[in-house]
């Protein structure tokens, strides 16, 4: 057979891969996340982005070229190692990718609310018909690409200026992130899981597979995507953190209902306010798009009929996602827990992929490296060993 012309990390999947990933992670969740989190711990918690940077860049490097060298997406690759292990593995990530879309459409609400007043409800319903409209155009895997590309850009561009406005202590925190004053486990585990957990892992890989980059050859291409991926939500919480920090040293006093809010509002009177309400409808809708595209790519292959009326299957799941939402309302205790269950998702999902990266038929002949290897073993036992204390005390709360 005829290798596949080599592709270029800038063209339209390569780069559209990795601003889905990294759109995908950067949804309500991190918004609010990477505020409580630098309240608790000011600028040491450049220190949590600088550990879930190479935690994320061991998880992503793997998984990205592991799937694309065996040219089988996560769940067959699963099934064809062990039977049945992919429909555990699908079953997992489809349910931490709905639980998260439930989230994602409140957000999507409330950024409407912000901008023009309507309700919650009816912000989410306006935003759900722009996602559907979004999967039903003829080339909706370009337009994808095209989306993900001005969405992310147009969120970091409107952070840099509010975060200009707030005067952070960039030095110090630069600092702190290497010599860290304090350090939080929950909030490693909650930043990666959040970052790469659950069905972000799979979203840049599984989009590269639809697009035709995938084997030995295209491992270039598929290197350079990823890492972009990660570089790219790097940026934005690290932009986000020295704007929250500078408010946070103004004496500004955050609203615990809305703390990210509190931040733009603090650094930019409402003009920023109004700009939260940009950043926050755009990262939600693009979380909305890239969790039910990813949950969809993990039953799909299933059956015929799934690939045959993908859209109409990610088209449901949306819907499906809205209607929870418009009938029970914001679920925050739900999307807290499936932040924590994603970062346990991870190792689980992380491991799986690292034994099969061992199989030499699976693999068709590629080995993979070594040291590579060995990173991903590292990132499954680190997060394991943080997640399940961090998890354990989640469910007590959520359970009293």
Do not use: C, W
């Given at each position: 057979m005829k290798p596949l012309p080599k592709a270029r990390w800038w063209s339209g999947a390569g780069l559209g891969a990795a601003f889905l990933m990294a759109n995908s992670s950067i949804g309500p969740g991190f918004l609010t996340q990477t505020t409580v989190f630098t309240q608790q711990l000011l600028t040491s918690f450049g220190f949590v982005i600088l550990v879930s940077v190479l935690l994320d860049i061991g998880a992503q490097l793997n998984t990205w070229r592991i799937l694309t060298v065996s040219e089988l997406r996560a769940q067959d690759l699963s099934n064809k190692m062990l039977p049945g292990l992919g429909y555990f593995l699908a079953a997992m990530v489809i349910l931490g990718g709905f639980a998260f879309n439930i989230g994602n459409l409140a957000g999507c609400g409330l950024g409407l609310n912000v901008l023009t007043g309507l309700s919650?409800?009816?912000?989410?319903i306006i935003s759900c018909a722009v996602a559907l409209l979004l999967f039903w155009v003829r080339e909706f895997g370009k337009m994808l690409?095209?989306?993900?590309?001005?969405?992310?850009?147009?969120?970091?561009?409107?952070?840099?200026?509010?975060?200009f406005s707030a005067h952070p202590p960039v030095l110090q925190a630069?600092?702190?992130?290497?010599?860290?004053?304090?350090?939080?486990?929950?909030?490693?585990?909650t930043i990666v899981g959040g970052t790469v957990g659950g069905y972000i892992t799979f979203s840049g890989a599984h989009r590269l597979l639809d697009a035709g980059i995938k084997g030995p050859a295209q491992q270039g291409v598929v290197t350079r995507s990823a890492i972009s991926g990660i570089v790219i939500s790097t940026i934005m919480r690290f932009v986000l953190f020295l704007a929250i920090v500078g408010v946070l040293r103004q004496g500004a006093?955050?609203?615990?209902?809305?703390?990210?809010?509190?931040?733009f509002r603090s650094a930019a009177g409402e003009i920023g306010f109004r700009i939260f309400g940009v950043i926050l409808w755009s990262a939600a809708i693009?979380?909305?798009?890239?969790?039910?595209?990813?949950?969809?790519?993990?039953f799909k292959t299933f059956h015929p009929i799934f690939e045959r009326y993908e859209r109409v299957w990610i088209s449901a799941f949306i819907v499906l996602s809205t209607a929870v939402f418009v009938l029970v309302g914001k679920p925050t205790q739900l999307l807290v827990f499936a932040g924590a269950v994603n970062g346990l998702i991870l190792p689980?999902?992380?491991?799986?992929?690292?034994?099969?990266?061992?199989?030499?038929?699976?693999?068709?002949?590629?080995?993979?490296?070594k040291w590579m290897l060995a990173a991903g073993w590292v990132v499954v036992l680190v997060m394991g060993w943080l997640s399940v204390p961090v998890l354990i005390d989640l469910v007590g709360g959520f359970l009293k």
């Open positions: 919650f409800e009816t912000g989410a690409d095209s989306f993900a590309k001005v969405l992310g850009m147009g969120m970091i561009l409107l952070t840099v200026g509010v975060a630069l600092h702190h992130t290497l010599l860290p004053t304090q350090i939080s486990a929950a909030a490693i585990v006093v955050l609203d615990p209902d809305n703390p990210a809010a509190s931040v693009s979380s909305v798009v890239g969790a039910a595209y990813t949950s969809v790519s993990f689980v999902a992380l491991g799986i992929v690292l034994v099969a990266a061992t199989n030499r038929r699976l693999m068709q002949g590629y080995q993979h490296p």
